[in-house]
């Protein structure tokens, strides 16, 4: 594996050339110490038609990208079925791997990848892109020095909208082997990371779901009571047939205050002892993700690459690992476990 704290650059290659790939891509653009090598897609025509938009090179296979030395660091965005087994191909060439959400559809997928990177000494990230905004980091300091005192109830709102057209195009989205699941697991995902991340470990888990708006295999909607290892409570809501859709709403109570977030933004931050209603300063501009998956701020995905790269240098700390992917799973895979029994799950970690 290279010295990557003596490189000046390195070379990204972007796997998968659907939506997201957009953001990973005009991400490495921005980035002075990075550079588009190439990209590769299984349907070869979107890999011409995306190398030939952004004047890179084209690969016509996935083995010809990861035998290319210009190659440093892999960017899995493919259909979710494939995230693990092409991150653990990426690591056995000994490449660095970020893998968009989620890390794998199953929790021993995830082991496996872990304990595989883990061996050859590589570095691999998980795309969480919303822990990256000026108010998440606000909010996490606030929650690590206690400032809303003890926690009782972390509550996650996430009524999206998304059309049948969606589901339809493509052929993997909403069925259960390649999607590993639905409203939660590809939509809420990014909202149960920030949920865990915030408020803490879950101990337990019950849910209910169902089909209600679309022709799919796997749930449209989903509700879910927690129980954190805090002792605090809270639900999670889960949709994608709530039209028009909502922003992600995220509320912690203390017995000392209140802060919520929409989207990225602080709507309410008030604590007892603190004089009047204050905001921190934030990204003011509201998205429309809730209802369209092109519509999301590129922001996170700039600096999430940055601290992949400096984490690779030594720089700094990795903050989003492939560990810290499997906790957001394993709560989405239990909630889906709890549904299916009808009994309350308790988590391992």
């Not at 011409?48 to 004047?55: D, F, G, I, N």
């Not at 990225?264 to 501009?285: A, H, P, T």
Request: with cysteine; proline share 2%.
């Amino acid at each position: 594996m290279d010295n990557f704290e003596e490189k000046d650059t390195f070379g990204f290659a972007v796997i998968g050339c659907g939506l997201i790939s957009r953001f990973h891509i005009g991400a490495i653009r921005e980035i002075d110490d990075a550079f588009l090598a190439g990209v590769y897609d299984q349907n070869s025509e979107a890999a011409v038609r995306t190398a030939e938009e952004y004047h890179t090179h084209c690969y016509h296979s996935f083995e010809e990208a990861l035998e290319d030395s210009a190659v440093d660091v892999v960017c899995i965005c493919t259909p979710s079925y494939l995230h693990a087994s092409m991150a653990c191909s990426a690591v056995e060439a000994g490449k660095a791997v970020l893998v968009e959400k989620p890390l794998a559809l199953r929790l021993e997928d995830c082991d496996r990848l872990i304990a595989l990177a883990g061996e050859r000494g590589i570095q691999i990230g998980t795309v969480s892109q919303l822990r990256f905004s000026s108010a998440i980091a606000k909010v996490k300091k606030a929650m690590q020095d206690g400032t809303l005192g003890r926690l009782t109830r972390a509550d996650l709102y996430m009524k999206y909208y998304r059309s049948q057209e969606y589901y339809d195009r493509g052929g993997w989205r909403g069925t259960v082997e390649k999607d590993g699941g639905g409203a939660l697991m590809n939509q809420g995902i990014h909202g149960v990371d920030l949920l865990r991340y915030l408020a803490g470990p879950v101990k337990s888990i019950y849910a209910l779901s169902s089909t209600r708006v679309h022709d799919i295999e796997v749930e449209d909607t989903l509700t879910a009571a927690l129980s954190f290892q805090s002792g605090a409570l809270g639900v999670i809501e889960a949709s994608t047939g709530d039209w028009p859709g909502a922003p992600r709403r995220l509320e912690l109570n203390g017995e000392c205050g209140v802060i919520i977030l929409e989207e990225d933004r602080i709507v309410k931050w008030e604590v007892e002892g603190e004089k009047g209603f204050s905001l921190y300063e934030q990204n003011e501009e509201e998205t429309e993700s809730h209802r369209d998956p092109a519509k999301i701020d590129a922001s996170g995905h700039i600096c999430q690459i940055r601290n992949f790269i400096s984490a690779l240098r030594g720089e700094s700390e990795l903050l989003v690992d492939g560990k810290e992917g499997r906790k957001a799973l394993e709560i989405i895979l239990s909630a889906y476990a709890s549904a299916e029994t009808g009994k309350a799950v308790v988590l391992s970690i």
